[in-house]
């Protein structure tokens, strides 16, 4: 599991730049009791600028150049703890400072491009094997079908014509359903999904998901003992989201268990938890089963899906500002999704 060290809001990327930059002066006091070096104080101070420009953008390596060429001067250039930036050493190792963070945040800047394209390069080339592999099985299965039924049809009694028309068409919906999350996949890579919310009742989405289960809706019981309030969500959006994650549970426990869905009011949010009687996870792979296309070894019933389902259910969440988490239990596994309440809202019935 990969986890990103750059500071994503400003309030995290002004509090990098003061540690950065605090341990930097720390350091260089040590170094310069130690030392007695100036020169070594210097490039102390310049690392912390390139770390800032690395990690931030060039506004807070500005900053920190600032801040270090006159701390510089203040506390390790003779007279000490006196301000003197008008002779030609001092204006010197200004301009030093600030080259140092035009140059360094440019070459950051560069460098993240470049990642962001390798990581889109490595995006598409994922989607593409997904497709060819995944496109493929219910394809063939339909052609296969249909082929059959249209070749055999006279010799077919109803319940065989009946039984080819049902494999049919329950492949026909996992493509549907494998070609909305790759679409909704690829819109969040790219920041390009629009959420429009209305005051829906989450009991209605949750009637939506049992809907599209077909006859899967009998494996799943609903638990609801309270009052629910009215939330603000897109109710196409969730319930795919729920779908995603109740179809994970199910494709991922005995066929004759059931999945409990549990709603529940804890403080500002709404709770569902959807808790099954699976294979289950480590504590580790809690977090790696959220991730493109990661797919769960161990699935006995069936096969182990195409690896975008959750990650999907996670994005669409998000863009609700909810949360959702898998709970690691010694047996089977709980998924919780988190969805905050507006001001204001009305309550509906159990």
């Keep these: 599991m990969t986890i990103s060290m750059t500071p994503t809001t400003i309030g995290q990327r002004w509090l990098f730049t003061a540690i950065i930059v605090s341990t930097a002066l720390v350091c260089s006091y040590g170094l310069d009791v130690a030392l007695e070096s100036a020169v070594a104080v210097l490039l102390l101070l310049e690392l912390a600028v390139v770390l800032v420009a690395f990690y931030c953008d060039g506004k807070y390596a500005f900053i920190a150049a600032i801040i270090g060429a006159v701390c510089f001067n203040f506390l390790f250039t003779i007279p000490r703890f006196s301000l003197v ?3 030609q050493d001092d204006i010197i190792n200004l301009l030093v400072f600030i080259g140092v963070a035009l140059l360094t945040s440019q070459l950051a800047e560069r460098y993240k491009r470049q990642q962001d394209a390798l990581k889109q390069a490595q995006l598409r080339n994922q989607i ?3 497709v060819s592999h995944d496109l493929r099985t219910p394809l063939a299965t ?3 079908t249909l082929s059959t039924l249209k070749e055999y049809q006279a010799l077919l009694s109803k319940v065989e014509t009946d039984e080819l028309l049902d494999s049919a068409t329950q492949e026909s919906h996992r493509l549907h359903q494998y070609i909305e999350n790759l679409l909704q ?3 969040l890579q790219h920041g390009a999904l629009k959420v429009n919310k209305e005051e829906e009742s989450l009991l209605q989405v949750v009637s939506l998901v049992l809907a599209r289960l ?3 809706a009998s494996r799943v ?3 609801n003992k309270q009052p629910l309030p009215m939330l603000s969500l897109s109710s196409s959006l969730i319930s795919q989201a729920l779908f995603n994650v109740v179809d994970n549970a199910l494709r ?3 066929l004759d268990s059931i999945v409990t869905l549990s709603l529940y009011l804890e403080g500002n949010a709404v709770i569902l938890d959807i808790k099954d009687q699976g294979i289950g996870f480590s504590p580790e792979q809690a977090e790696q089963m959220f991730e493109l296309f990661y797919s769960q070894k161990g699935l006995k019933h069936n096969d182990s899906g195409t690896g975008l389902g959750l990650a999907v259910a996670r994005g669409l ?3 609700h500002q909810g949360s959702i988490e898998a709970i690691a239990q010694q047996e089977g596994s709980t998924f919780r999704i988190t969805l905050p309440i507006q001001s204001g809202v009305t309550h509906c019935g159990a």
């Design 142 to 144: 339909i052609i296969g």
């Design 85 to 87: 930036m008008w002779r």
């Design 221 to 223: 019981v609903v638990d």
């Design 252 to 254: 991922y426990s005995p």
């Design 214 to 216: 077909g006859e899967r």
């Design 185 to 187: 996949a690829t819109k």
């Design 317 to 319: 969440i998000a863009a």
């Design 128 to 130: 593409l094997l997904s």
